[in-house]
């Protein structure tokens, strides 16, 4: 893991800044790190003081956030979580954001996408924490953070892989907050609706094309239907949530999971 920088960062999307200072001498991992979500999360932990490794699949992407933050990059395909074990790494902070999408009827779905997602979002989650947490025990210190979904809450069509995934992993880090508990270490996740991402903004103008409609109507009748606040949410949202969980004042709040939903499940 790099040193951490006395540099401010400017997070993705935001004017702002954040002190550097917070995390300092703390190190952290973030998975699918290269692009939306991971990269901001990457962002803001580099800019409260964390070293960052960040780790993905796309190697030109993961070297550029390493470089833009001042961190480390890993080169991964979760794919094959077994490859886990055998990267050593160490990390005070492990946010599980890698993830992926396949969308299809459950008679239609094919089984190996629906092992493949599993693996990549709930056994590679399992896998890291069974990797990290000895370390963590050994000092004392460490947080769990895993990028869940209000998909990890509520269920809608054609999703089951993503669904199963996201449920799954709201247990796994009930659990890990449990045999953590008093330890120093804390487990808990964030659940957001749609983000901006490349991916959702691809989605859009998919569906505006399919429904020969605008892309603000696809919005508003199709992603967001189900949420009363109609827009996307930014990934340094996301982010600034987990720099909290991860940040001084913390040691309590373990096993909960934070929703992010724009009302969704409220309504």
Request: aromatic share 4%; with cysteine.
């Amino acid at each position: 893991m790099p040193q951490a920088s006395a540099t401010q960062i400017t997070l993705p999307g935001s004017e702002k800044t954040i002190e550097s200072g917070a995390l300092a001498g703390r190190t952290a991992l973030v998975t699918g790190g290269a692009s939306g979500i991971g990269r901001a999360v990457a962002a803001s932990l580099a800019a409260a003081g964390a070293a960052v490794t960040v780790l993905d699949r796309d190697e030109t992407g993961a070297k550029q956030v390493a470089a833009d933050i001042g961190g480390d990059h890993v080169v991964a395909d979760l794919c094959d979580p077994s490859v886990i074990g055998s990267l050593g790494l160490r990390a005070d902070i492990l946010v599980n954001n890698a993830g992926v999408q396949h969308v299809a009827p459950i008679e239609d779905f094919d089984p190996d996408q629906f092992v493949r997602i599993q693996r990549i979002m709930l056994e590679a989650p399992f896998r890291f924490a069974r990797a990290l947490l000895p370390g963590m025990y050994e000092s004392g210190w460490g947080r769990m953070v895993h990028i869940s979904s209000v998909h990890g809450h509520r269920a809608s069509p054609f999703k089951s892989a993503y669904v199963s995934a996201k449920h799954g992993l709201e247990g796994l880090s009930k659990v890990i907050a449990s045999e953590a508990a008093g330890r120093g270490v804390t487990s808990n996740t964030v659940c957001p609706g749609y983000v901006r991402t490349p991916l959702v903004e691809g989605q859009i103008a998919d569906q505006a094309r399919t429904h020969d409609i605008g892309e603000s109507e696809v919005l508003d009748q199709i992603l967001l239907a189900k949420t009363p606040v109609k827009r996307l949410i930014e990934p340094r949202e996301v982010a600034d949530m987990v720099t909290f969980l991860c940040g001084p004042g913390t040691d309590s709040i373990t096993g909960s999971s934070f929703l992010m939903d724009g009302g969704w499940t409220a309504s």
